[in-house]
């Protein structure tokens, strides 16, 4: 399986302050992906990233991936309350389409 | 567009009873998934569609679940009979393309008593 897992498994961080989720995996991929999801609700992406990509931003987001490590970060800075949610890192292989979730990084942001 | 819409939002059933899962996919999206979500064992995929043609259904627990995708706006998952283990939030899930972005609804959370 290449699921992924996420590190750590929970944080809770001051607001204002920046958070950093890491994704290990264990084959290939082709492309990896993070979502959010609030408590009860869908995931929701944010950011995708494909396996020749070193570094993507988007806003307050900011993704890496190290493709001979097989991992990956997502860093959000400048953190507010409404970032409050789980993170999940997804990857797809080669030569199907299914998405593999990682575990979730539960974040909590005091306000 | 409003998105991936699942109903109902919650089901409580009793163990033995038929239980089915509704799912609108986004228009003109050619991929359709569900999952189930558990704290144990996370989010699975149980099947996803192709142009309503089932491609992988290896994560669909067992014969008791069933889904179909009658047409390319709307998909079923159905569990008969359902048992007190079945007790998750399943989500449907939509693309365009395989790889790409997909669009998750609020997700179902099914109660077997």
């Known amino acids: 399986s290449q699921q992924g897992e996420e590190d750590p498994q929970a944080l809770s961080i001051q607001e204002g302050e920046n958070a950093t989720m890491n994704c290990s995996y264990k084959t290939s991929i082709n492309n990896l992906q993070w979502y959010r999801q609030n408590s009860g609700r869908g995931l929701v992406h944010l950011i995708l990233?494909?396996?020749?990509?070193r570094e993507k931003h988007s806003g307050r987001l900011r993704v890496t991936l190290d493709t001979s490590k097989k991992s990956s970060s997502l860093l959000i800075t400048a953190s507010r309350a409404a970032d409050t949610a789980s993170y999940f890192c997804?990857?797809?292989?080669?030569?199907?389409?299914?998405?593999?979730f990682g575990t979730g990084t539960r974040l909590t942001i005091i306000p | 567009d409003a998105g991936v819409i699942q109903s109902p939002r919650h089901e409580v059933t009793e163990m033995g009873q038929e239980v089915t899962l509704r799912c609108k996919p986004i228009s003109g999206h050619d991929y359709l998934f569900w999952y189930r979500q558990t704290m144990m064992r996370g989010l699975e995929l149980l099947i996803y569609f192709n142009n309503n043609v089932p491609i992988d259904d290896s994560g669909m627990p067992e014969d008791r679940f069933s889904a179909k995708m009658p047409n390319a706006s709307f998909s079923t998952l159905k569990i008969q009979p359902s048992e007190p283990r079945d007790s998750a939030v399943y989500f449907c899930a939509s693309s365009l393309g395989g790889k790409n972005i997909q669009y998750f609804g609020a997700g179902t959370r099914l109660s077997v008593l």
């Open positions: 997804a990857t797809d292989g080669f030569g199907n389409e299914k998405l593999t």
């Open positions: 990233i494909r396996s020749n990509e």
